[in-house]
């Protein structure tokens, strides 16, 4: 009885296997690549651009209640239904969006696949007529020159 590829196999059997090892050895991935998303609320200004920008809707934002501290505002990006395109980082104004290398998403639970933030958005006081009429009067000013 023969047994063409006993010797492949056996060789086979010693030799290094050529797929990568992952996950048993992590790979890098390569820059520019657009993996989960990463939010600054410290950098968002509520503009809403990203939402805007966002095809499948992944983005939401809520607005709590507004006080004397300002407006509680909540932003989430959902990864279920991103698509990594990164339209939302290129448009923000701030800079708040990034995507980053981490590729690896796996999750259990599908809320594990959403990225949060929240921040105090201040709400600047409103202008007394006092203010009212010395900007008018600053405008004329310079008019006038
Ligand atoms: S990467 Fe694209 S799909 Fe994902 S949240 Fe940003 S705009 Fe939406
Ligand atoms: S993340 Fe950027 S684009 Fe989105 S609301 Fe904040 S500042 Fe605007």
Aim: glycine share 6%.
């Amino acid at each position: 009885m023969k047994f063409p590829y006993a010797g492949n196999a056996l060789k086979d059997f010693f030799s290094k296997p050529s797929t990568e090892r992952y996950p048993k050895v992590k790979k890098e991935a390569p820059k520019g690549y657009r993996g989960k998303i990463s939010y600054d609320p410290e950098k968002c200004i509520a503009c809403g651009m990203c939402i805007r920008v966002c095809s499948p809707g992944a983005i939401t934002m809520t607005k709590g209640e507004k006080n004397d501290e300002g407006q509680l505002i909540e932003m989430k990006f959902n990864l279920n239904s991103c698509t990594f395109c990164q339209m939302c980082a290129d448009f923000c104004p701030r800079g708040a969006i990034k995507l980053t290398t981490q590729y690896s998403m796996i999750a259990t639970d599908k809320n594990e696949l959403v990225v949060s933030g929240s921040f105090i958005k201040k709400i600047p006081p409103k202008p007394t007529v006092k203010t009212v009429q010395q900007s008018k009067a600053k405008t004329e000013a310079s008019g006038s020159k």
